[in-house]
């Protein structure tokens, strides 16, 4: 976790470089793609939103979690507000569970990088 929190002080000092900021971000998912099973949820989802990131985390009644970005929200402003928020989930990305659905989450940000 101090090696991230670490990267993450970096990544903060170089905003204004992109190629930088770029190569940071990618060593940030990396390493909390190795080390999740060993963070708290909060700790990689919150690291997740500082990368500029949505994560969503859904639950079906059914016992399967997703986490999902993709969305349509109405325009909202920067203080909590009433929202309407509508998902579309495929099949593939509801799991057994939270941890699951998070490291599935995060292996498809990093196949789309």
């Given at each position: ?60 009644d059914n016992g ?19 929202q309407y928020l ?28």
């Amino acid at each position: 976790m101090q090696e991230i929190d670490k990267l993450f002080d970096l990544r903060e000092k170089s905003i204004e470089d992109d190629l930088i900021v770029e190569d940071l971000t990618q060593k940030i998912l990396q390493l909390l793609q190795k080390h999740q099973p060993n963070l708290h949820v909060d700790y990689v989802i919150e690291s997740l939103t500082k990368l500029g990131f949505a994560p969503n985390i859904l639950y079906d009644d059914n016992g399967h979690f997703a986490i999902v970005e993709s969305y349509l929200q109405s325009l909202s402003n920067k203080s909590p507000e009433n929202q309407y928020l509508a998902f579309q989930i495929q099949k593939d990305d509801w799991k057994n569970s939270i941890r699951t659905a998070l490291t599935s989450y995060i292996f498809d940000i990093l196949k789309g990088s």
